[in-house]
């Protein structure tokens, strides 16, 4: 039997403990990986629109969205999110913008992500030609061990990816079976030019146009007579002649041509590298406007460039741009794996620029020759790690490329 004393002492129980203060917010770890997903342009009012994404942070019911033109975050806009996405719209075209995001969980708030940079695309022409996938792979047939057992799951890629055009380094060795119904349409110093026969020809001379005389002082051959096809001599470097490979490719259906261009640029991050390259790729632009001065058709580079944006002596981005070229990666309408630099050193865990990418494999065109539908870093990843076996030091760049007519 409950006595009167201990009845009221339950109630004060029960009256204290409504007045204790509520346990606190678990607070949300820092968001992670944030990654450029998609890019807009509106052409009836010339303003940009990008879209981020973010894996799902535990504890989290809504996340902070900052956004700025500057790396430092300065002036930066805040915008709410209730899901791991956001999109922004009117924005300037054709500038850098950086992102990070923090999760929140009531007054709890979590430590900001690390920030993030992707260019608006400049500018979306219409796009009436044919649509082609460029891939670039470096395959390192021959310096890096092992290519029997990697060749198979290079090959793989191709198979998965299928793409028009591939412009291949590294890949003397490359065995590409007939039954992939690809046609080789130029190659020297170990860049190949390979195309789907199905969807492309390589354009037969209409003409031949005499061969420049002999040989440099080294014994690089420094010209090739075709007007159609061939290779530009680019400099001697390192002990050897360097050349670009390019080619002129008919769409079967459509009848329009496409001039593109496979190179690989000296590697190495120091300065005597940095011109070295400058100087390469001043010499292929030059002769590939030469090549192109009558037919004036579009012209797609495509390579290992071995450079990118977070070296300040990326100078050859500055040549390519002046001539009216931009990256593929900052006109794309759609990205994947924005962040894994495409140079992977076979390391099984992804390296990862948050920045920018580090991307040293590039494909460049005009945007008045066309838009990027896709770009996409073309590694098997799981489980934030690479599927092995990994078939070179590179993985392959592929971009869905819309040519403008």
């Known amino acids: 039997m409950r006595t009167a004393l201990g009845g009221l002492a339950a109630v004060l129980l029960v009256i204290l403990a409504g007045l204790q203060p509520a346990q606190a917010a678990t607070t949300p770890p820092k968001v992670g990986l944030v990654s450029f997903i998609a890019a807009s342009y509106s052409t009836k009012t010339g303003t940009a629109g990008l879209t981020v994404d973010w894996p799902d942070t535990r504890y989290a019911k809504s996340y902070q969205v900052y956004i700025s033109r500057s790396y430092t975050m300065s002036n930066a806009k805040r915008y709410g999110a209730t899901s791991s996405a956001k999109t922004f719209t009117g924005l300037v075209r054709g500038v850098p913008y950086f992102v990070q995001v923090r999760a929140l969980n009531g ?43 990697r060749q198979p799951a290079a090959l793989g890629r191709i198979r998965a990816y299928a793409p028009d055009v591939i412009a291949a380094q590294e890949a003397i060795y490359l065995a590409m079976p007939a039954e992939l119904g690809y046609a080789e349409a130029a190659e020297k110093s170990s860049k190949r030019l390979l195309y789907k026969t199905s969807r492309l020809s390589s354009v037969a001379p209409t003409s031949t146009v005499p061969a420049k005389p002999g040989k440099s002082s080294q014994g ?3 010209s090739w007579p075709q007007v159609t096809k061939g290779y530009v001599f680019l400099g001697y470097h390192g002990g050897g002649c360097r050349y670009a490979v390019w080619a002129v490719l008919a769409d079967k259906e ?18 005597t590298a940095a011109d070295q390259r400058t100087a390469e790729i001043t010499t ?66 992804p390296r990862i620029s948050y920045k920018w990418g580090d991307h040293v494999d590039h494909v460049w065109i005009r945007p008045s020759e066309g838009r990027i539908l896709s770009w996409a870093n073309g590694a098997y990843v799981s489980n934030s790690r690479m599927v092995t076996p990994i078939p070179s030091d590179h993985s392959p760049i592929v971009t869905d490329v819309r040519l403008n007519r």
Not at 132 to 137: E, G, H, N, S
Not at 284 to 300: D, G
Not at 319 to 335: C, E, I
Request: glycine letters at 6%.
């Open 107 to 149: 007054s709890a708030v979590g430590q900001k992500s690390s920030r993030v940079g992707h260019p608006t695309i400049l500018w979306v022409p219409p796009g009436t030609g044919p649509t082609y996938r460029v891939m670039t792979y470096n395959m390192c047939s021959q310096k890096c061990s092992n290519w029997s057992g």
């Open 220 to 222: 690089c051959d420094l």
């Open 254 to 271: 459509t009848k329009d041509r496409t001039l593109f261009v496979d190179v690989h640029t000296v590697a190495g991050d120091n300065e």
């Open 284 to 349: 292929l632009t030059r002769e590939i406007a030469a090549i192109n001065a009558q037919a004036k058709l579009p012209v797609v580079y495509a390579g290992d460039f071995n450079s990118h944006k977070n070296r300040a002596n990326d100078d050859l981005a500055l040549v390519l741009r002046k001539q009216g070229y931009y990256d593929a990666y900052d006109l794309a309408s759609k990205l994947r794996l924005q962040h894994n630099n495409s140079y992977n050193g076979f390391d099984v865990v």
